[in-house]
């Protein structure tokens, strides 16, 4: 049996929600479109469904590697995220500059100081049907389709999970 987090929406608030995990509930925000069955890329959903988390990417400026047992690696500042569903790296990571349209992984703002890759749409990758969903630092708005925590519940989940996670994303 894999190590398993399940994520909820609030039934009176959509755009947040609480993930389950070992035993604690940790509040969490969610994309400005709820939660949906049908992800398209740019709809803001936080898509419905059962993925593998991939990896842990940090800012090694920011903060010490996190403890976890996913593979970690270091945000720098070239690195990108391919949200163009036409181009051959759509839902890949790229380097910046990048002729497509590609989300910036170094951010000015904390929200991807610890950012964990979800599995969604990316075996195989289906266009437009979502890219660089993640579970990263919240901030102060709902996400465009990611799961997002206090840098500090985000910290304490990854310190506790089990190789071979999955996050389910439920409706």
Known sequence: ??????????????????????????????????????KREGDGATPVGRFPLRRVLYRADKLPAPQTQLPVGIIGRTDGWCDAPDDALYNRPVTLPYPASAENMWRDDALYDVVVVIGHNDDPVVPAAGSAIFMHVAGHEPTAGCIAFSREYLLDILARLLPGADIDIRA
């Open 1 to 38: 049996m894999r190590d398993l987090l399940v994520v909820t929406a609030d039934p009176e608030n959509p755009q947040r929600g609480r993930l389950t995990y070992a035993g604690r509930s940790y509040p969490c925000v969610l994309g400005r479109a709820g939660i949906s069955t049908s």
